[in-house]
C-alpha cells in the first residue's frame, strides 16, 4: 500500500507559477507510471502529466511547453512544474502512481484567478 500525498496548490494570477510535489510513503521505483491529473468542476478527470520509471514524458497538449513533469526517485518525489498558468487550469490536481496497481492522493486545489 503506498500513500500519495500532493502539496503545492493555490491561488495565482494569470500567467503565474506553481510548483506541486507529490510525496510517496514509499518507493515509486516500481511503478512504470507516476503523473498528474485534474478535475475541474463538473468535468471528468483528464491526464495532465505522466512520466516513465525511464524519465519518457507525456504532456496533454494544453499543457505542453508551459508544464513540466519530473521525479526524484531518491527522495520518492514527483513534480509538476506549471508555468504561464491561464483560468482554465484552474482544477484539482492528483497525484496518480500506476503499476500492478494504482494509487491516487487526495488532490490539491489549483486556482488561477485574477
Known amino acids: 500500500q503506498v500513500q500519495l500525498v500532493e502539496s503545492g496548490g493555490g491561488l495565482v494570477q494569470p500567467g503565474g507559477s506553481l510548483r506541486l510535489s507529490c510525496a510517496a510513503s514509499?518507493?515509486?521505483?516500481?511503478?512504470?507510471?507516476m503523473g498528474w491529473y485534474r478535475q475541474a468542476p463538473g468535468k471528468q478527470r483528464d491526464l495532465v502529466a505522466r512520466?516513465?520509471?525511464?524519465?519518457?514524458?507525456e504532456y496533454a497538449d494544453s499543457v505542453k511547453g508551459r508544464f513540466t513533469i519530473s521525479r526524484d526517485s531518491a527522495k520518492n518525489m514527483v513534480y509538476l512544474q506549471m508555468n504561464s498558468l491561464k483560468p482554465e487550469d484552474t482544477a484539482v490536481y492528483y497525484c496518480?502512481?500506476?503499476?500492478?496497481?494504482?494509487?491516487w492522493g487526495q488532490g490539491t486545489q489549483v486556482t488561477v484567478s485574477s
Open positions: 514509499g518507493s515509486i521505483s516500481s511503478f512504470a507510471l
Open positions: 512520466i516513465t520509471s525511464g524519465g519518457y514524458t
Open positions: 496518480n502512481a500506476a503499476g500492478s496497481r494504482m494509487y
